[in-house]
């Protein structure tokens, strides 16, 4: 099993574009989330996505959007990047809810000038 | 507020000699718990948790943690440190709203010095 995957791994963008974020689980696993680690601040939750066909905002969910097209995929749209979104963003998943452990994506490092 | 805190920001400590990562939370209700390691240029991985019962849990790589609800404690411990263990920490508390989201703290640096 590959666990949970995302692509890309790095990506440099201008302020002003968008790109989306891809994460896809092999674990039949129900939850997925999409979180950011900033130095000093932890990871904060962005969105998260119960079940299919569901998905409710977190934290710091301004600026993204996201689309859980299945079970396994759950992507992350930024429309209008902005240098505040800098980050290294990471993918996770769980069984069922965010209290079964959640298994987490290499993640992708983002920099937008 | 509901959160969790982790007062320091770098733990060094001798290879061979006890480590402990502190942790203190803030939540509504029974608390759940949990540890995650982060290691350079990787996701965060699982090593324990506590929901209900013992106190004292036990989890991977010869971590384990204590529960202290007086003092709404949780801190990650391991009784002889290895160079492998220089990794980043995390707690993490599950919150009593949003669909048993967690908030995780700031996250510790630990270095073992060999």
């Known amino acids: 099993n590959a666990g949970v995957t995302q692509t890309p791994k790095f990506q440099v963008l201008k302020t002003g574009q968008s790109m989306t974020l891809q994460c896809a689980q092999d674990?039949?696993?129900?939850?997925m989330y999409w979180y950011r680690q900033d130095p000093g601040m932890g990871l904060r939750l962005i969105y998260y996505s119960a079940s299919e066909g569901t998905t409710d905002k977190g934290e710091v969910p301004n600026g993204y959007n996201v689309s859980r097209l299945n079970k396994r995929e759950f992507s992350l749209r930024l429309e209008s990047a902005a240098p505040s979104q800098t980050s290294v963003y990471f993918c996770?998943?769980?069984?069922?809810?965010?209290?079964?452990?959640?298994?987490f994506g290499p993640g992708t490092r983002l920099t937008v000038l | 507020a509901q959160s969790v805190a982790q007062p320091e920001d770098q733990v060094n400590v001798a290879e061979g000699n006890p480590l402990t990562v502190k942790c203190t939370y803030s939540?509504?209700?029974?608390?759940?718990l949990f540890w995650y390691v982060q290691y350079p240029n990787r996701g965060l991985q699982f090593l324990l948790k506590?929901?209900?019962?013992?106190?004292l849990v036990k989890g991977s790589y010869g971590f384990e943690a204590e529960f202290n609800k007086s003092q709404t404690s949780f801190h990650l411990k391991k009784p002889s440190a290895l160079v492998s263990d220089s990794a980043l920490y995390f707690c993490?508390?599950?919150?009593?709203?949003?669909?048993?989201?967690?908030?995780f703290g700031k996250g510790n640096q630990v270095v073992v010095i060999p």
């Open positions: 674990m039949n696993h129900n939850s």
């Open positions: 993490a508390v599950r919150l009593s709203y949003g669909n048993n989201r967690l908030a």
């Open positions: 506590y929901i209900t019962g013992d106190n």
């Open positions: 996770a998943s769980s069984e069922r809810t965010a209290t079964d452990t959640q298994y």
């Open positions: 939540v509504s209700g029974n608390p759940y």
